[in-house]
Each structure stands twice: as C-alpha cells, then as structure tokens.
C-alpha cells in the first residue's frame, strides 16, 4: 500500500458548487485530457503510438478516481500494488498487469502515473499508458504467439518510481532499456507519457489556482455524480427489474491450438444496481489471448455504451461505478491466474465492443449495432538490412490492421475503418520510405461487408511485398467464427491471410503466427474481415445497392443477396429485382432473427480446413 | 497619387475599402453582398467608394481581395464533379481515409462518415509504380491510362485529380498522365498531385489535390468574372487575390492553385489585425474573430502571423499552408440546451444561424442563443446606434427563461450569465490551443477582437487570459479589407526531402532551398514584382528520426553562407523549440522532412489614420444611460457612440461603446483608451 507524503496540514473546505463553475471544470478537464494525447502524438517515436495512437489518458480526483479518459485505468489497485512512498515530483511507472489490478492488460503497454500536488497535497492523478512496439523477449515486438506465461513476452516492470522528487533513476531505466529491441523508441514514448502527465498535472494545478482548491474538489465530486445520477435513471429506463439479458461471442483460437472461447456476458438489474456477470465463460488460454480485465474497466466498457449515446457530450468517469456489480470467475479467460501469457489481449479488448453491443442492444434499438471490427490485428516484419548503404542496420515495423464498421442503427458501417478512437493507419508512403518492403495493394474487398438495410463495411487487401529476408508476425482473429448481422442483417466475412512466395507457391497462414520467414518477392495478403449487416438487405435501396456495384463496394452477384439484379451498365434491372426479391422473401421465415450469427460452432468446426486451409481449434474446457 | 483597394465579401455586406498611399486616407463603401455572383456586389461596392473620395476607376492601382468562394464551394458542397487518378491499387486511398474515426471509444456508433471528395465511381487506377526513392518500379502503361481515362468520359467530370503513390519523389507518370489526359478529356482543367503538395502521405496529398480541382472551376469563374467586370468597368489596375497564409497572389496563379485560397477570408482578418496592433503600438497578439456560428483565433509574434500547414475547412483538412487559425464552433448564434439526463448546461455546437437567428431578432427563433444572453443582460443595447436595429428583449428573455427553468437557477438573467461564461470557456479553450499548448504565454500578447460578437466577448477574454490590452478595431468588416490592403504579395515552394541529418551536406540543404526560391521567385517576376524587391524566407520541417510530426523551423538566409555549420545551427535550433514545447530532448539523428521557400514582395507604405485630439473625457459621445447585468447585479452603465469618441477619451467600465456594426462591452474595473489610429485598448484599471 502506497504511502503519500504532503507537507500541507488541515482539511480543504469543499462545499457546493454553482452550476456554471462545475460546467467550466468539467471543459478545463476535456482540454487537459485532450492536451495530454498531443503532447504523446507529437513526440512518440514508436509507429504504435505514433502513427496509431495507440494511447490512454486519464486524470483522476485524490482519491484515484477517474474524472476524465476513456479507459478507466485502476489507480487504487495500482496504489494498493505499490510499496512505498509517494512525494511530489515523483513519476511511478510500471507494465506488469498482475501488480497492478489489471489497469493495464499487457507487457506492452507501459503505464505511468503522476500524482498531482497543489499547495503541499495530493488534488489528483494523471495517468497515461502507451503500447511500447518492443518491450524484449523472444520475439521481435514482444508479443509471441505461442506463449504459455508472461515470462517469455519481454520486461515485465514492477510498479517503482521512474522519478524522486524530479530525479530520473537512470539505473533503473538503464537497465529496462536493455532488455529491449529498440530502445530509442521506448525512451521517447516513455519520455512523451511522462510529459503529457505532467502537462495535466499543471493544468489542474492551475484550475486550482483559479477557482480555489476546495471548489475544484468539490467540482470533481459533482462531477461524478452527475455521472452517477445520470446512469441510475438510464438504468432504471432500459432494463427490466430482474430479467436477466445474455450474449456470447467468440475468440476464434489461443495461437496454440485451442479454441473457440466462448465469452458470456449477462446482466440483471436489481432496484438501482445492474450486476454484469461473466460466468459461463470459457477457462484462461493456454496460449497468450487471455484478457485479464479487472472490474472497473468492465464498468467502464458499459458505462460508455450507455451514455454516449444519451448525452454525447458528457464529461466521462468513474462517477456510476457503485451503480454496478461485477462478477468475474477466477481461472476464466477474464482473470487468468499468474503467470499466464496475455500478449495477445487485443482480440478480448476489441470483442468487448460486439459483447456490449449483443447485451445492451438487445433493450436499447440504438445501441443495436452488428459485430465490427472488433480487434486491433496486428502485423509485425521485422529484420536486417542485408545490402546498401544500411546493410546490417535492424528493422522493425509493427501495424495495426483496419476493417469493416458494423451496420449501425444510423447508417452503413464505414470501409476499412477503424472501431478504436482516433487510430490511424501507417501511410504507404511512410511505410516504403522507412521500411523495405512495397505495398502492392491497399483497398476494401467487395461483397465483405454483411448485406442489410445498412450495409456493413467492408474489410481490407493489403499486399506486402517484402524486399529484405526477415521474419513476420500476425496476430488476428474472426477467421473462424462470423462478424454477425442483426434485424435481418447478415453477417460479414471473415478474415484471412496468405503469402504468395517468389517461387510461386501459396500458403495460408494461422490468423496468429510469428516467426514465419519471408524472402524477397514474397507477397503477404493481410485480410481483414467485413462488419456484420444492421436490418433486412431486401428492403436497401436497389439504386444505392447499384452504385456500389458501379463504385466495387460490391460485386453483381454480392448485388444478389440484396435481391438486386444490376445489368452490365451498373444499372438496375427493376424488373428482375422485383421478381428476385420475391422469391427471396417467400424462401425465408416471416419473421427475420436478431441476431445472424452464421453457422453453429459444431459446423464451423467440421467444415474449418476445408474452408479455412487451417487445421480446427480444439475446445476449451474446463477442468 | 497611388489609391489601392481592399474588398473582402462577407455573407452579409461586402466590405471596400480605399486607401491612398500617401496620405493613409481611407474611404469606405458598405454594399450588400451578392451569393449568386459576389462580383457584382464587389463592382457595386468599388464604384461607390470612388465616387466618395471623388475619384476615377481609373486611379485604382491595385484591387486586393479576401475570397471566401473557395471556402465555400466545400461547406456547401457545392463544388465541381472530381475525377481521380490513382496508382493501381490504391483507389480506394479516400474511401479508405486512414481509416479514422472521430470521438471517443463508442464514438463510431454515432459518427457520419463523409462521403469522399472525388466518388468512388468517378476514380480508376492506372499501371504503373515509382518507389519512394523515385526509381520506376513499372512504367507507366500508357494504353491503360487511356482506357481509364475513357470510363471517365461521359460521368459528367469537370476537374481532374492526379495523385500516384511516391509521385513526390518523381512526378514524371503524373505529368505524362496530365498530358494524355488533355487528349482523352479536353478542355477539363487538371490538378496534379506532384504540382500541388510534392510532400510524402499519398492521403493527404491526394486529398489536397482533390480539393484543389474541387473547388478550382469556381474560382476560376468567379476570378475570371471579377477580373473581366473590373477591366470593363475602367478599373485599370491588377486584381490580386488573398492566399491562406496571408500574402497575395495574382488572379492567374490563384486560379492555378485555388486550394491555397481555403482560408483567404480568416487570412484577410488576421493581417488587418496586424495592421491596427501595429499602429497601436504592439506587435505580439492573439486574434480574436467571433462571428455568429464560429469564432477563429490565431497567433501573431513580431507581426508575423503564424503559419501552420494544415488548413481546416469543415470536416475537410487539406495540406496547405495558412494563418494557423483553430475554429471554435460556437458563436452568437449558438444554441444554448439542458441536455435531461445530466442537467448540464451546452452551448453549441447547434447554431441559429441567420434563419431564424436568436430570438431577439424576432424573425421566429425561440431556441435562447448567446446574442439573446446578452440582450437579457443588457450587453446589447435594444436600439443601437442610429437606432436601425431593434432588439425584441422579451423574446430572448423567454428563450434564455428556458434554460433557466431545466437548470433551477432563479432568473434569466442568472440562466444568461452561465451562458456567456460557458462560451467564454469554449473561447479560452480555442485561445489556450494557438497560447499556451504551443508553448506561449498568453500574458505577453494583446487580444485583437473583431467579428460580430468578439468585442462583446472579448473584455471577459482578457480576463480570462490575462492578454492586455484588448484592442478593439474600428469596424470589424473594415479590418478584413484592411488586411487585404495592407499586406504583400507572397508566393511558396516546397518539396518533401526526408533525409537524416547524416545523410545530406550543408551544401546540399543550401542548394535545395536556394532552388526552391528560384522557383517561387520565377512564378513572381513572371507576376511583375521584380527580383530586387523579392525577400526570401525559408523553413524546414525537422523532427527527430522517427517521429511522425515535425517542427517548422525557420532557416535564417544568412545561415547558407555557412554550409558547415547550417546542419549543427538547425539542429540547435530545432532542440530549443521541442524543449519548449515538449521539455525534453532526443539523442537520435535529426531528419528534415520537408523544405519551403516564401518569397514576399514590399509591403505597402500606407500612413495610419489619425482621430482628433480629445481631452479624455467622452461625455461628448455618451448617448444614452443604461444598466447592465454582470457579478450577479445590475449596474449603471453608459451608452457611447463610437464615432464621436476621440483619440485620448478614456471610457471606463461599466460601458458599452456602439458603432454600426458592432458593440465593445467594458467590464467594472476596466477601461477602454481611443488610441489616435481608431482602436479601443482595454485594459484593467489599477
């Protein structure tokens, strides 16, 4: 347990707040926490924070509350983890998610936290946590796809301070830096967390200064009661008392031969509380998927599905949490017992969004959105240069991968998008000046998004071609089970990978994989998969479903599963629509199902190599 | 005698103002704007300001213009049909738009995405690739390129758009792209990628040039048509046009390339900004322009305006250079609301706009906007001067009542209050983004507040940043004309270098710059502006290896004389702005992404206007006792009629100074000084 150390006496006075005031904080805070995401943008030297922004800020009240961010990193379990003391000045920093609480899920991302002191005592936290593109280990941008403990994906800190009263313990960050691939990166990502941290420590200090301690405290309490007022009615409007909702979705495989895991997610509400329950999950992975999600976070995810759509500009935190119980089995793929491996959490973080999706949208039409790009796959080619005037230089790269937005309850899910906030993919350009490789192809596949009255959006081709022998690494997932529709909507396609060799040869390979050797004139297909369809696809316009056949958002025969018929002109042939489309509805059920999820599990097992190219995933049980 | 005219077209009132040189006269003519053809309201404006100051069409000089045609083709939507070109493969590069989505972690539930600026359906690829090194991977296959451009033949297509991936390191597929292109699709004007932003990121590049062609076939007529009106109508002097970054460019070259036009009217308030700081006596300043449903700020050091390399139109950001001015979207006509659920108070981003506009105007609206908060508490005097605008108080009363009731506060007048303070946040918030997140102080500037509502706001704003005085310029359209007529002719060239320090000589930095200034020089003697009179700047872009965003860094000419040192001088340079802005510093090698050269010609010699001496006391221009609502009371405060104000009057706050088209509010505490060249200086009394 954290001792914090303030040299002012005496209590601060809170009191109430006037309404203008209170919404004056709550915009200084906004900026701060926007602030703080430039500072990192503008100096991170990484590809992952820099090009992706692969980043979470937070500024938290005293008591380690979170008043503003969007990832609702655990600063009381992180305080409770440490042992020592706390002082103004300090930077404490640590990537280890088992002393922590889970705040940080992975080796990868390096967490750091600042306390904020005004007039001698403690008004707040900023933290901030980035994912480093190499912290060490076996292989290269640390993430192994074959690990089975935490002890092969690299340097794993324990919570310590990075700095004493403004002093940089250099042994320290001597020695973590060389554990490491490239450890200019981590420097200046390590150096823009703590910067951005800093920065929104001097801006509450400063609001501070301007509306006096006690009101701004008093400003952070009312704060997150409004948030806490706000979701108790929200609450109470949406659920039933006492029905129980429930929703699985699916990660496809663990990297080492195991899968699908099932993730189960239900929900009661109680009076005022709602209890979100995992049982019935599927036991931690033995491979390195597991994402260990600690209760607040789980509180989070839910909270932000309910209230964003209520009142887009809230200012968002940690305020409703008490509204909310969580139940999480020890042993399941949510808390996997140290020193399980958890590299690969990325496809558990992103199925999160289709899992709240199923649940709540189930009472709530506008949160119904069919399954989206719901991960962050990863591509990683690493290397030396073997001629030129850079022979023997090492070269790195990891990517994020980007996919098919969900149908949604407004409008087709975009192409190729991203589902994470603000991510960005790597230019072409950037990527051929700075790496050696070429990029053949870059665009949307069509037909891959599900069909509906809102079409999803489309998946991504990239074509690498590699020009230096080296090794790559994938880590990507809905290559088995499906991206579903909703209301009548079907689902999108899954995603693949393949590599064409210069000798000819084709070879599909694992959606997650490292290691593979690539030669000079090996071109990698990196597939991603389409977003599910939201509504019936007979009911699209069949002029719209024509001009995306004109556009190659999708094809005359993917025009079909609209019950469109469109002539060698791109134009719509109405009559044989007409007939098509009654023919399609009198083959199907009056009634239109919820949700699509593509075959069942057993047939998708069954038919998988023939399908897929790829052996089937054995099922997890529990033991 | 040498007589130069600004004109700036707002969407209300066109704006013309005559200078003479020699003497600073000015002369000004107030027409209403005309949307259909702005030219005609322009040639209205221009022969009654001569026939005030008495003179022929004929001694007009020059004619120097803030556009906003350009701006709005793309708010409107209303700009020409694209065609693009791509690199196989790449079609979908704008469809695909980095993949990015805005807001927060459910964000993308809610988000519209824009459709594309060329349509997909209007876009093909073609065979060919260069790699970033520019060595031809495969040539260009010209067959294809015809058949290519032949599916576009008959979609309607009225600009075309060339961008191909690494043609910023080799344009020659574009130009030989441009070439068949004028056989296959006469007479459609084409815009290439390699022409318009030589610099790496085929999104960007692409978008920009995009853009480009979007809004060129406007602009063209709309250039075309004024240049042709003015000839017709005796005007013997050139017409020039207010770029985004604040310099002028001939018609020619406008029409050329129209996307560096995107911000010609915010550039044109900036630059008149500079003017009236600098006869004021101040050189570093914040401007601020709040209009009715958006407020731009910017930074100006030394007189010089900052320059940033985005331009930002809508939901559209394209790479061109311009004043570095971030929007705010709220303005007087934002919509103050409750949302239910949480009880707080929003202002913004909804706008009345002109129709219905605030509820005090009394042309329908009921929703309570921030003109109608400060009508409630009394900052808008209900009969301004010359009483020909009168205010319906017990409307905005009802409105702003409303906010008042969802929130329990016991008056309008307490409902109104938290609005102009919610909006003054929203303006520090904007203000803070060019200050204090670049690594300025916002204390060692002055505030120069224009635009409908910025003298209303702008008292509270120097408070809030603590950035005295705050100027308020004589006429807030005035001072976008002013600009226009007060700045000088600029043109810029810049390509993409992307090497380590390491890897490049000081000669070679020192060729590349000097190149690109011949370049831009050239485009300028072709303009008339001899090269005796051309004043070469020059910028690089540096960041540490690795990092995805630069730091202009401005390259001191001198410097070239040296090529040893220049390298060691730059880098220098570069680690003391990112220690400012960041606070700490990178061991890694240096890299320069990008190079600019601007050329400038002389800036005009126009002497300053001169108001009568007064002795202090303004008694003379007070028109009326008031009372004003502010602290949570109502308090006296005099009506003062700006025009009878002289130089040396000292208004003291509380008070509210009128003038046709804008209202000064002086804060208790406060008082507003005339300086002799028009300006009310703000500034907290002692």
Request: with cysteine; charged share 20%.
């Amino acid at each position: 347990m954290a001792r914090i150390i303030e040299t002012a006496t005496g209590t601060i006075e809170k009191g109430e707040v006037d309404p203008v005031t209170l919404d004056l904080i709550e915009n200084g805070l906004r900026n701060a926490r926007y602030e703080m995401d430039e500072v990192l943008f503008r100096t991170a030297l990484s590809p992952g924070i820099r090009e992706q922004h692969d980043e979470f800020p937070l500024i938290a009240d005293p008591d380690g509350k979170m008043v503003v961010g969007q990832f609702g990193l655990s600063i009381p379990d992180f305080l409770d983890g440490f042992d020592g003391t706390i002082e103004e000045g300090d930077v404490l920093l640590t990537s280890d998610p088992y002393a922590c609480g889970a705040a940080i899920s992975h080796a990868n991302d390096w967490l750091v936290v600042v306390p904020i002191f005004h007039e001698g005592r403690v008004v707040g936290w900023s933290a901030m946590f980035g994912h480093m593109s190499d912290v060490g280990g076996k292989t290269p941008s640390s993430m192994p796809t074959d690990a089975l403990t935490i002890y092969e994906e690299g340097v794993v800190i324990p919570p310590f301070t990075l700095y004493k009263k403004g002093e940089l313990n250099e042994d320290a960050l001597r020695i973590i830096l060389n554990q490491v691939r490239k450890p200019d990166w981590n420097r200046a990502d390590l150096n823009g967390l703590v910067a951005a941290c800093r920065t929104a420590a001097r801006r509450v200090a400063e609001m501070c200064d301007r509306f006096g301690t006690g009101t701004y405290l008093s400003a952070l309490d009312a704060l997150l009661q409004r948030n806490y007022d706000a979701m108790k009615v929200l609450l109470s409007m949406v659920f039933e008392e006492g029905r129980t909702l429930s929703f699985t979705d699916y990660i496809c495989d663990d990297g080492v031969g195991n899968g699908p895991y099932e993730l189960k997610l239900s929900l009661t509400r109680t009076g005022d509380k709602v209890h979100l329950d995992f049982t019935g999950s599927s036991p931690q992975a033995a491979g390195p998927i597991n994402y260990y999600i600690n209760e607040n976070l789980t509180r989070m995810f839910f909270g932000i599905y309910m209230i964003t759509v209520a009142d887009p500009q809230i200012l968002w935190n940690d305020g409703f949490y008490p509204l909310v119980d969580v139940t999480i089995p020890d042993g399941s793929y949510w808390k996997p017992e140290h020193p399980a491996s958890l590299n690969g959490r990325n496809h558990g973080i992103g199925r999160v969004f289709d899992l709240f999706g199923g649940l709540l949208g189930q009472t709530n039409p506008a949160l119904l959105n069919a399954a989206g790009f719901s991960s962050s796959p990863h591509f990683m080619y690493s290397g030396h240069y073997s001629s030129g005037e850079r022979k023997g230089e090492w070269f790195q790269l990891y990517s994020i991968g980007f996919g098919g937005i969900p149908g949604r309850p407004m409008g087709d899910g975009p192409d190729g998008h991203s589902l994470w906030p603000s991510f960005t993919n790597i230019p072409c350009e950037y990527l051929e000046s700075y790496y050696p490789l070429r990029i053949e192809k870059w665009e949307t596949i069509a037909d891959t998004g599900g069909p509906g009255l809102h079409r999803g959006g489309n998946g991504v081709d990239v074509a690498y071609i590699f020009e230096e022998p080296g090794t790559i690494a994938i880590h990507d997932d809905r290559w088995l089970t499906y991206p579903w529709g909703v209301n009548g909507g079907h689902p999108g396609a899954r995603g693949t990978k393949w590599i064409e060799r210069a000798d000819g040869t084709r070879s599909v390979l694992p959606s997650k994989c490292h290691d593979v050797p690539v030669r000079p004139g090996d071109v990698l297909h990196f597939v991603t998969w389409g977003g599910g369809g939201w509504g019936d696809p007979l009911e699209r316009d069949p002029e719209l479903v024509a001009l995306e056949v004109r556009r190659g958002l999708v094809t005359t025969k993917g025009a079909e599963r609209y019950g469109v018929c469109v002539a060698e002109d791109g134009t719509v042939d109405a009559e044989a629509t007409e007939t098509l489309r009654d023919q399609m509805r009198a083959d199907r059920p009056a009634e239109l199902p919820v949700f699509d999820m593509g075959p069942p599990i057993e047939e998708l097992l069954a038919r998988c190599e023939e399908e897929t190219g790829l052996p089937a995933p054995k099922r997890p049980v529990w033991v | 005698m040498s007589y130069r005219l600004g004109v700036d077209v707002g969407g209300t009132f066109t704006d013309v103002l005559l200078v003479e040189e020699g003497s600073g006269s000015t002369w000004r003519a107030k027409t209403a704007s005309t949307p259909a053809d702005q030219a005609v309201g322009v040639l209205n404006g221009i022969g009654k300001v001569c026939a005030e100051a008495g003179i022929e069409l004929a001694e007009v000089a020059q004619v120097l213009h803030g556009t906003t045609v350009a701006t709005n083709a793309i708010l409107e939507g209303k700009g020409a049909t694209v065609g693009l070109v791509t690199t196989k493969g790449f079609r979908q590069v704008l469809q695909i738009a980095r993949s990015f989505v805005p807001g927060g972690l459910a964000g993308w539930i809610i988000w519209p995405k824009p459709e594309p600026l060329a349509a997909l359906e209007n876009t093909v690829e073609v065979d060919e690739r260069i790699a970033s090194d520019g060595a031809v991977v495969r040539e260009l296959d010209e067959a294809d390129v015809r058949a290519q451009l032949e599916k576009l033949r008959g979609n309607g297509i009225e600009a075309l758009a060339v961008s191909l991936i690494n043609s910023f390191a080799d344009p020659a597929h574009e130009r030989r792209i441009a070439e068949i292109a004028a056989e296959v699709l006469p007479g459609v004007p084409i815009s290439l990628s390699s022409d318009v932003l030589p610099e790496l990121r085929e999104y960007e590049r692409t978008l920009t040039t995009v853009a480009n062609g979007y809004v060129q076939p406007q602009v063209k007529r709309y250039v075309q048509s004024l240049a042709g009106n003015l000839a017709d109508g005796g005007v013997a002097g050139e017409l020039a046009i207010l770029r985004s970054d604040g310099g002028l460019s001939s018609a020619g070259n406008a029409i050329d390339s129209p996307v560096t036009l995107l911000l010609s009217g915010p550039a044109g308030g900036v630059t008149g900004a500079v003017w009236v700081a600098e006869q004021a006596g101040y050189r570093d300043l914040i401007t601020f322009d709040m209009g009715g449903t958006s407020t731009d700020v910017g930074l100006v050091q030394g007189l010089t305006p900052k320059i940033g390399r985005e331009t930002k139109v809508g939901d559209l950001v394209v790479r061109s250079s311009s004043v570095d001015v971030r929007t705010v979207g709220a303005g007087g006509g934002s919509i103050a609301h409750v949302p239910e659920l949480t009880r707080a108070l929003r202002v913004g981003p909804q706008s009345a706009g002109a129709d219905p506009g605030p509820a005090a105007y009394g042309k329908g609206g009921t929703e309570p906007t921030v003109t109608d908060a400060n009508v409630v508490l009394g900052h808008l005097p209900t009969t301004l001067a010359g009483g020909e605008i009168t205010l319906d108080v017990e409307a905005a009363r009802a409105a702003v009542g409303k906010v008042a009731e969802a929130m329990g506060l016991d008056s309008p007048e307490a409902a109104a209050a938290g609005i102009v303070d919610i909006v003054n946040e929203n303006m520090l918030g904007g203000l803070r983004l060019v200050s204090v997140q670049q690594g300025f102080d916002p204390r060692d500037f002055a505030l120069v507040a224009f635009g409908g509502a910025g003298p209303l706001h702008a008292n509270a704003l120097g408070k809030l940043t603590g950035a005295w005085p705050v100027i308020v310029p004589p006429g807030p359209g005035l001072l976008c004309a002013l600009g226009d007529a007060t700045t000088s002719r600029r043109d810029e060239s810049a390509r993409t270098v992307l090497r380590r320090f390491g890897e490049l000589t000081g000669e070679d930095l020192a060729a590349i710059l000097r190149d690109l200034a011949a370049d831009a020089g050239r485009r300028l003697a072709e303009q008339g502006l001899a090269a005796a009179d051309q004043t070469v700047g020059y910028q690089v872009d540096v960041r540490y290896h690795g990092q995805g965003f630069e730091i202009p860094v401005d390259v001191d000419p001198s410097w070239l004389d040296a090529p040893d040192s220049v390298l060691a001088t730059l880098g220098k340079r570069f680690d003391a702005e990112h220690d400012r802005l960041f606070s700490f510093l990178l061991t890694v090698d240096h890299e320069i992404v990008n190079a600019r050269a601007t050329v400038t010609g002389p800036k005009p010699d126009v002497a300053p206007v001169t108001l009568p001496e007064g002795d202090g006391d303004p008694a003379g221009a007070l028109v009326q006792d008031h009372r004003i609502y502010v602290g949570g009371e109502y308090v006296p405060a005099g009506v003062y009629d700006r025009a009878k104000l002289r130089a040396g009057d000292v208004v003291r706050g509380p008070a509210i100074v009128t003038e046709m088209d804008s209202t000064t509010l002086v804060l208790p505490g406060h008082a507003a000084t005339v300086h002799a060249a028009g300006s009310l200086l703000i500034t907290p009394e002692a």
